[in-house]
T-cell receptor, first 114, second 108 residues
Framework: SAVISQKPSRDICQRGTSLTIQCQVD?????MFWYRQQPGQSLTLIATANQGSEATYESGFVIDKFPISRPNLTFSTLTVSNMSPEDSSIYLCSVLGPTNTEAFFGQGTRLTVV | AQRVTQPEKLLSVFKGAPVELKCNYSYSGSPELFWYVQYSRQRLQLLLRHISRESIKGFTADLNKGETSFHLKKPFAQEEDSAMYYCALNQGAQKLVFGQGTRLTINP
């Protein structure tokens, strides 16, 4: 299995500011994923973060809004930039386990933009 | 386009009764499907995957390609089964597409 720590667990931010969410894994993993869960909605994949290369963004998500860093095989950050109330969501970090067949999730970061 | 549909947002059954959580998918290739569960105050975790054809906590799910379904079933519900359940599809490279989720409540 993989144990994921996400920080912060929650935050309330002013519109127009940015928040960086950290994801730390207890083992080296190739791929890390960032998901968003808007209120009352399902999880939607934002991007895939690979160490040593640019993140790959899904349709509807852009690097300027959600810059991602992946400095090593155990850590990644997602920044939510120039926030608006529509960015209020739970953001989740996910990695694949050793067999690459099971996804493990962090506890999520609950973001409220006011 | 890949899509996962869970038609029931809420499902409530009595303890000991059978449970079926519905999941339908849309995918052009050979699907790889999962059920994830989130218990109260816990993180999202894998319940089962169709490839394993296993039973976890009494739950089973059979992939029906003809009906494009992957319904989750349990013959006798228990109170500890109360949770949020998500059906998910691997759209490639383990990128998951999730359904809307079904909140299951087991009444005593």
């Amino acid at each position: 299995s993989a144990v994921i720590s996400q920080k912060p667990s929650r935050d309330i931010c002013q519109r127009g500011t940015s928040l960086t969410i950290q994801c730390q894994v207890d083992s080296q993993v190739t791929m890390m994923f960032w998901y968003r869960q808007q209120p009352g909605q399902s999880l939607t994949l934002i991007a895939t973060a690979n160490q040593g290369s640019e993140a790959t963004y899904e349709s509807g998500f852009v690097i300027d809004k959600f810059p991602i860093s992946r400095p090593n095989l155990t850590f990644s950050t997602l920044t939510v930039s120039n926030m608006s109330p529509e960015d209020s969501s739970i953001y989740l970090c996910s990695v694949l386990g050793p067999t690459n067949t099971e996804a493990f999730f962090g506890q999520g970061t609950r973001l409220t933009v006011v | 386009a890949q899509r996962v549909t869970q038609p029931e947002k809420l499902l409530s059954v009595f303890k000991g009764a059978p449970v079926e959580l519905k999941c339908n998918y849309s995918y052009s290739g050979s699907p790889e499907l999962f059920w994830y569960v989130q218990y109260s105050r816990q993180r999202l975790q894998l319940l089962l995957r169709h490839i394993s054809r296993e039973s976890i906590k009494g739950f089973t799910a059979d992939l029906n390609k003809g009906e494009t379904s992957f319904h989750l079933k349990k013959p006798f519900a228990q109170e500890e089964d109360s949770a949020m359940y998500y059906c998910a599809l691997n759209q490639g490279a383990q990128k998951l597409v999730f359904g809307q989720g079904t909140r299951l409540t087991i009444n005593p």
